[in-house]
């Protein structure tokens, strides 16, 4: 029976609290389709072996699983070799010779439909039968070997996955924005251990905004070393003001005081933030309390958990090459491609290192370079899909995406807010918000 008394004093039955003193560890989910692992690499991303088409890349990865990145791959193998070969989720190119080449996504010789280039073993054979003409290329450049190869002929692969949310590749609860629940055992300490790749553990206060009406089902760790203030029948908690809890046991997000499905426990329950409820913010804990699972957001509003630059908290610019019906793939869960006018308010005086598609299919008005302009509604039409854009100064970026025009306005041609583009200017990033 769960007995009321001070938050900060252990009041669960002795044999109930050593039960759940005990870390769980993280176990995850199975991210292959068929059941099996065949190779694990940081961040929850695995190699599942098979031998599929690209097209049916995804039948691979289980649920709460999607194919990897290039990018994903580049961040996340660690140094580790694959032993098979697998698809990413990127229409790869290539350029050089084998030994001495690399991929991209816009620049260099495109494979045949449905051959992208891939992750290959050394040999550029697999046990699955998969087989790669060229092997030991690298991303973007030759070196360093990041075991990129194929192509042409080269039908079938297996996939590398990565987890969505939650790092075992199960999602117990989702909220706004990307907000996911994320049910497990873990330390405080270890509680960024429970979020996937390009998630992070949430503040207290991002939950409490983003929660809307849900309540949670399971106890959840937020990034906050949250105090307490009150009683067990009303109480709020604060980053800082109150009462200290315990080291490595701060009060938490409570499905209600008492155990959650994974054994986890809460003293107190239903305490508001910064101020007693109402509203109930379903905070709770805390001593003698050592475990719970975590709340995880979005990391950088980027699909592929990176970014490449920062404008604002809520604006991101997304690397990539994809084509303008395919811009929000860039952008993480709960992030989409933002306005142009959000753009124009919120950049200040920071250029663009990369071309990003906004959300709006823009025209053209002007002349040429720095002497034009963009607009909704008036203007002259792009070619259907390649609408003007965000451009980096000099038209062209890493990822081979180019602008024929650069530094035009927005409705006007001054200020220059970097807009380009368009005919013949197939692929860019994406600028997300959310």
Same mark, same amino acid.
């Given at each position: 029976?769960?007995?009321?008394?001070?938050?900060?004093?252990?009041?669960?039955?002795?044999?109930?609290?050593?039960?759940?003193s005990?870390?769980?560890?993280?176990?995850?989910?199975?991210?292959?389709a068929?059941?099996?692992?065949?190779?694990?690499?940081?961040?929850?991303m695995?190699?599942?072996?098979?031998?599929?088409p690209?097209?049916n890349?995804?039948?691979?990865?289980?649920?709460?699983?999607?194919?990897?990145?290039?990018?994903?791959?580049?961040?996340?193998?660690?140094?580790?070799?694959?032993?098979?070969?697998?698809?990413?989720?990127?229409?790869?190119?290539?350029?050089?010779?084998?030994?001495?080449?690399?991929?991209?996504?816009?620049?260099?010789?495109?494979?045949?439909?449905?051959?992208?280039?891939?992750?290959?073993?050394?040999?550029?054979?697999?046990?699955?039968?998969?087989?790669?003409?060229?092997k030991?290329?690298?991303l973007?450049?030759?070196?360093?070997?990041?075991?990129?190869?194929?192509?042409?002929?080269?039908?079938?692969?297996?996939?590398?996955?990565?987890?969505?949310? /939650?790092?075992?590749?199960?999602?117990?609860?989702?909220?706004?924005?990307?907000l996911?629940?994320?049910?497990?055992?873990?330390?405080?300490?270890?509680?960024?251990?429970?979020?996937?790749?390009?998630?992070?553990?949430?503040?207290?206060?991002?939950?409490?905004?983003?929660?809307?009406?849900t309540?949670?089902?399971?106890?959840?760790?937020?990034?906050?070393?949250?105090?307490?203030?009150?009683?067990?029948?009303?109480?709020?908690v604060s980053?800082?003001?109150?009462?200290? /809890?315990?080291?490595?046991?701060?009060?938490?997000?409570?499905?209600?005081?008492?155990?959650?499905?994974?054994?986890?426990?809460?003293?107190?329950?239903?305490?508001?933030?910064?101020?007693?409820?109402?509203?109930?913010?379903?905070?709770?804990?805390?001593?003698?309390?050592?475990?719970?699972?975590?709340?995880?957001?979005?990391?950088?509003?980027?699909?592929?958990g990176?970014?490449?630059?920062?404008?604002t908290?809520?604006?991101?610019g997304?690397?990539?090459?994809?084509?303008?019906?395919?811009?929000?793939?860039?952008?993480?869960?709960?992030?989409?491609?933002?306005?142009?006018?959000t753009?124009?308010?919120?950049?200040?005086?920071?250029?663009?290192?990369?071309?990003?598609?906004?959300?709006?299919?823009?025209?053209?008005?002007?002349?040429?370079?720095?002497?034009?302009?963009?607009?909704?509604?008036?203007?002259?039409?792009?070619?259907?899909?390649?609408?003007?854009?965000?451009?980096?100064?000099?038209?062209?970026?890493?990822?081979?995406?180019?602008?024929?025009?650069?530094?035009?306005g927005?409705?006007?041609?001054?200020?220059?807010h970097?807009?380009?583009?368009?005919?013949?200017?197939?692929?860019?990033?994406?600028?997300?918000?959310?």
């Amino acid at each position: 029976m769960l007995l009321t008394g001070a938050c900060n004093a252990p009041i669960e039955a002795e044999e109930a609290l050593q039960e759940s003193s005990q870390e769980s560890p993280l176990v995850p989910g199975v991210p292959c389709a068929d059941g099996s692992m065949e190779q694990i690499f940081a961040g929850g991303m695995a190699g599942c072996a098979g031998s599929v088409p690209w097209s049916n890349r995804a039948s691979l990865c289980a649920a709460g699983f999607r194919p990897a990145t290039a990018r994903e791959w580049d961040t996340l193998f660690n140094g580790l070799a694959p032993a098979h070969n697998y698809w990413t989720n990127d229409d790869l190119r290539y350029t050089g010779a084998s030994g001495a080449c690399s991929v991209a996504y816009v620049s260099g010789t495109a494979c045949p439909a449905g051959q992208p280039m891939r992750v290959c073993t050394a040999s550029g054979n697999d046990a699955e039968g998969n087989q790669c003409n060229w092997k030991g290329c690298g991303l973007l450049a030759n070196t360093p070997n990041r075991f990129f190869g194929g192509c042409a002929g080269n039908n079938t692969a297996g996939t590398l996955c990565v987890p969505r949310g /939650c790092a075992d590749g199960t999602i117990e609860q989702t909220f706004s924005r990307g907000l996911v629940g994320c049910a497990g055992g873990m330390t405080w300490a270890n509680r960024a251990a429970l979020c996937g790749p390009g998630y992070r553990v949430a503040t207290a206060a991002e939950w409490v905004n983003l929660r809307g009406a849900t309540a949670p089902t399971h106890h959840y760790w937020t990034s906050d070393d949250l105090e307490y203030t009150g009683t067990s029948t009303a109480c709020f908690v604060s980053t800082a003001s109150g009462t200290a /809890c315990p080291a490595g046991s701060p009060m938490r997000v409570c499905k209600a005081a008492g155990t959650d499905p994974e054994g986890n426990t809460c003293n107190w329950g239903n305490c508001g933030y910064n101020a007693l409820p109402p509203p109930n913010a379903y905070f709770g804990g805390c001593a003698g309390n050592p475990t719970a699972g975590s709340l995880c957001l979005p990391t950088s509003g980027c699909a592929d958990g990176t970014v490449e630059q920062v404008f604002t908290s809520n604006l991101v610019g997304c690397g990539g090459a994809v084509t303008w019906p395919n811009r929000d793939t860039l952008c993480a869960p709960g992030w989409s491609a933002s306005a142009a006018t959000t753009w124009t308010g919120q950049h200040g005086s920071a250029a663009p290192l990369f071309n990003y598609w906004t959300g709006d299919n823009l025209r053209y008005l002007g002349s040429g370079s720095n002497n034009c302009a963009v607009s909704t509604t008036s203007g002259t039409a792009c070619t259907t899909n390649q609408p003007m854009r965000l451009c980096t100064p000099g038209g062209s970026d890493a990822f081979g995406n180019q602008c024929n025009w650069t530094h035009c306005g927005y409705l006007t041609h001054t200020p220059d807010h970097f807009f380009g583009g368009c005919n013949g200017n197939q692929f860019a990033g994406t600028l997300c918000r959310r």
